[in-house]
């Protein structure tokens, strides 16, 4: 029955999560309407449909590789399970995913301090706490404010309310990955190496924010174990070497590169200014200071680590939401680890305080502990008491979003939408509709949609806007006025549309314009290309928007087979070049009536095609990805398949060294 113990307990910390947030496992639409939920959900539902990693998406952003959507842990894990429930919806399956990783977390939290603590009473406590408890709430007044609705635990909020499905996951799984990486450096043996390798790779391929923070922490956990006995730092290094090689075949290093001068952009313009630097030297400081004094006062390992990343997370948030300061991208998103490791280091100082002999340090332990308990019961009793009606879902048929979507679907759209607000993000969860925005802009290589799509929501000249949209290749505008029940309505001045576009939908304050169906692809001279700077000139446009409108020219007609096969097929002009209004990538090839042909890349970030005049050509591009691409794929599988050999071999001297019964 003692061996039982564990399993139970975790079942019931399992058990209990679903039970407090049972509508995260119910389909539909929760009445959280800021989410970005739809976003991801849009990657899973096209990689559920075209699962090559070295395709490319013709319906975000117009037109991005496959691997630049975003990184592949929960969409592939999304198609798989897809897979299994062949009639569920892929947005319900992601969401279901995400939602099981959430109940998870508190479990893996229970294991992890398990291990270290060597009980089931404090690491149920810490698991309880984390299950039901948000300090959040109670130290930044900003989260307080964010609440929502409904009583949920901070790390439930964001996934509910915003969509932070892949950063809930990796933070799920974060505890589990670094109790692997300190096996792996206490522990002789290649297989302890491998499973923190495995740990690593799978939370580095599901969330940008969950990897740096899990790397963090790796550097922590190295710091906390200097001097440890039998611990090896090399054998950990060796694990995230390893780690990297497993996942290479996406984390290609122009991948990272485009993630890296792309993030600070996306996180609100940030800049590795004074007083990021100040606050990082204050961090590395305080990391030292805390680091020499544990080991002045002999302070076990797992306290000392936890209470590190504590300290470090805490630092990140609270320089955020007390003084409005980015100490690295997007800090405020590190309150999750945070909390983690709030109730981690607290439930272990109330222990070892309990421990002591000395009855004044027990008194104020449990003083400091009675007072959580007072101070977090009101959120506890509102969370625990709830109706599971306040935050239930709704059908998606509900929403002004989906109906918007639905009615452009059954235009059957030849150009792209114009989707402002939310709807960018639920657009493709719904329908396979080509479109301006998309979910995920770390990923881009051209930035010029988002640029011009800012300029064309927040400007007030209505024919530059209008130039812009032609630009952009936009059939459908969908504008979001104040009254809308869209909750971000970000679109400026809406009623200058009005003044040169027709209105084809209206619904309450929603509206949807519409433009003349573009040309996706056009024959145009040298100089009408897109001139100099066009995020900032518009004018620079006015010729390459006019001549792709000009019905006097040959029409090339042009047709997606699949999602990485365009075709063209029509006259082309001596002295001419054919643009086409698809994003540009080296991955592209092109070979007219069986010739290949040059690709070129215009101003707009845009294919341009060197094409011979011919009464009739048949075009056609093919995207096969980069030779970047398939090197670091060969590599990747070189690995997985050296890290198994590895691990057979490993097991056989296992079974050769195990003495023999007589």
Same mark, same amino acid.
């Given at each position: 029955m ?10 019931a ?46 319906f ?15 969409p ?62 109670g ?6 404010k964010?609440?929502?609705?409904v009583?949920?635990p901070?790390?439930?909020q964001?996934?509910?309310k ?26 002789? !043996? @290649? ?6 390798? =495995? *740990?690593l &790779?799978?939370?580095? $391929?599901i969330?940008?924010?969950? %990897? #740096? ?55 609100? !313009? @940030? ?6 630097? =100040? *606050?990082? &030297?204050?961090?590395? $400081?305080?990391v030292?200071?805390? %680091? #020499? ?12 680590f ?78 625990t008491?709830?109706k ?44 396979d ?28 000249e209505?024919?530059d ?5 032609k ?11 104040p ?7 970000d ?15 209206r ?6 314009y ?24 518009p ?8 001549a ?10 042009a047709?997606w ?11 082309t002009?001596?002295d ?24 070129a ?17 048949h ?11 398939r ?13 198994f050999?590895g ?16």
């Amino acid at each position: 029955m003692k061996r039982l113990g564990a399993p139970l307990l975790a079942g019931a910390i399992f058990l209990l999560n679903v039970w407090l947030n049972a509508p995260l496992l119910w389909p539909g639409e929760l009445p959280f309407r800021g989410s970005i939920e739809g976003g991801y959900a849009s990657m899973a539902r096209f990689i559920s449909a075209h699962p090559n990693p070295w395709g490319w998406d013709p319906f975000q952003y117009c037109g991005v590789p496959t691997q630049f959507l975003y990184l592949p842990g929960l969409p592939y894990l999304t198609a798989l399970m897809a897979r299994v429930l062949p009639h569920a919806p892929p947005d319900y399956v992601y969401h279901l995913i995400t939602a099981l990783f959430a109940f998870l977390g508190p479990v893996i939290v229970f294991l992890f301090a398990r291990n270290f603590t060597g009980s089931l009473a404090w690491p149920l406590a810490a698991a309880l706490a984390y299950s039901l408890w948000s300090p959040a709430y109670g130290l930044f007044p900003a989260v307080e404010k964010d609440r929502g609705i409904v009583q949920l635990p901070w790390r439930i909020q964001v996934l509910a309310k915003y969509g932070e499905g892949p950063h809930d996951t990796g933070l799920a799984l974060m505890p589990l990955a670094l109790l692997a990486v300190w096996r792996a450096g206490k522990s002789r !043996g @290649y297989p302890r190496i491998l499973a923190a390798a =495995l *740990l690593l &790779a799978a939370i580095t $391929l599901i969330n940008w924010i969950s %990897a #740096l923070a899990l790397a963090i922490a790796c550097l922590l956990l190295l710091l906390a174990a200097w001097g440890e006995p039998d611990f090896r730092a090399w054998r950990v290094l060796a694990a995230a070497a390893l780690a990297y090689l497993l996942a290479c075949f996406w984390l290609t290093p122009t991948f990272i590169q485009t993630i890296a001068f792309n993030w600070p952009a996306d996180a609100f !313009g @940030y800049h590795f200014a004074a007083r990021q630097q =100040l *606050l990082l &030297a204050g961090l590395a $400081l305080g990391v030292l200071s805390i %680091a #020499l004094l544990f080991r002045w006062r002999r302070g076990p390992f797992y306290f000392c680590f936890v209470t590190l990343c504590c300290f470090v997370f805490g630092w990140l948030a609270t320089a955020w939401y007390v003084y409005g300061v980015d100490t690295i991208p997007e800090s405020r998103r590190y309150a999750l680890e945070f909390e983690l490791f709030l109730i981690l280091a607290g439930v272990e100082a109330l222990r070892l305080a309990l421990l002591r002999q000395n009855q004044t340090v027990r008194l104020c332990a449990m003083g400091v502990a009675a007072l959580a308990l007072i101070v977090g019961a009101p959120q506890l009793w509102a969370y625990t008491t709830q109706k599971w009606d306040s935050w239930k879902p709704s059908p998606r048929e509900t929403t002004v979003e989906y109906r918007l979507a639905q009615w452009i679907a059954q235009q059957a759209p030849q150009g792209r939408v114009f989707a402002s607000g939310g709807l960018r993000f639920r657009l493709n969860s719904w329908f396979d509709i080509p479109q301006v925005g998309g979910g995920f802009e770390s990923g881009l290589r051209n930035r010029m949609p988002i640029d011009l799509a800012y300029r064309i929501r927040t400007s007030k000249e209505t024919h530059d806007t209008v130039t812009e949209l032609k630009a952009l290749g936009v059939e459908y505008v969908v504008v979001h006025g104040p009254n809308s029940k869209e909750y971000y309505r970000d679109f400026v001045h809406p009623e200058r549309l009005a003044e040169e576009l027709p209105v084809v939908y209206r619904e309450g304050d929603d509206t949807i314009y519409r433009l003349p169906v573009p040309r996706l692809a056009q024959a145009v001279k040298p100089e009408e290309l897109p001139g100099k700077d066009p995020q900032h000139q518009p004018w620079v446009l006015e010729p390459y928007v006019t001549a792709m409108g000009d019905a006097g020219r040959p029409l090339l007609r042009a047709q997606w087979p699949d999602t990485a096969t365009l075709v063209l097929d029509g006259e082309t002009l001596p002295d001419h070049l054919i643009a086409l209004q698809v994003n540009y990538d080296p991955g592209w090839h092109a070979t007219q009536d069986g010739r290949e042909i040059e690709t070129a890349e215009d101003r707009l970030g845009y294919l341009v095609l060197h094409t011979a005049a011919s009464p009739a050509s048949h075009i056609e591009l093919q995207y096969r990805g980069t030779r970047e691409q398939r090197v670091m794929a060969t590599l990747s599988a070189l690995a997985w398949i050296a890290a198994f050999v590895g691990q057979a071999a490993s097991l056989r001297r296992v079974v050769k060294t195990r003495p023999v019964r007589q």
